[in-house]
């Protein structure tokens, strides 16, 4: 009995909570509707709320403005909107420093993440497995002996919180899976274990 009863849950538990989380997001995206003038409204035109046509107003719109920022005029109005924001004292703080943030992590060019790392984490003789994310500031680094990298450190299973870390390279191990492996070791709890591309680069040089 509890055999198959921890088989449905396996089969169950994802499932529910992806609908719950698509639910979420579908849901949120929606609330865009209530921009719109109320002769506009789904009820109105069609007689009848349609879930998910204010997401693909939010994707319009999102597309809309980077094809506008795109162009000359676009990167001119932008520039002024940001100017702007900059004139306004706690605008000007809240804004700049999401938008650094956003810049990081969301840039094609980016490299929020440059590697996966294992460090000693919240003690010694403690392994987790954490993000190197660049290094530390100039006068962190003149205060501080020996190289240092800045890692993010994230939680489980919600990897979008976590802690910022400055540690010795020297005490940090390189990890051969990739930034998205082990985002999803960690998510999984370690569960979803990354394959070990150490041990497959040794069996196929021995094939050799």
Known sequence: MRKYLVTGLLIWVPLVITLWVLNLIVSTMDQSLQLLPASWQPHVVFGRDIPGLGMLLTILVVVGTGLLARNFVG??????????????????????SVKQVSDTILSPNGQAFRRALLVQYPRAGVWTVAFQTGTPADEVRRKVAGEMVSVYVPTTPNPTSGFFLMVPLEETVELRMSVDEAL?????MGVVAPV??????????NKA
């Open 184 to 188: 999803k070791y960690v998510v999984s």
């Open 75 to 96: 990167e001119r109005l932008l520039e002024f909107w940001e100017g702007l924001l900059g004139r306004i004292p706690i605008v000007r703080t809240i804004y700049s």
């Open 196 to 205: 070990d591309r150490g041990a497959v680069a040794i069996a196929t040089a």
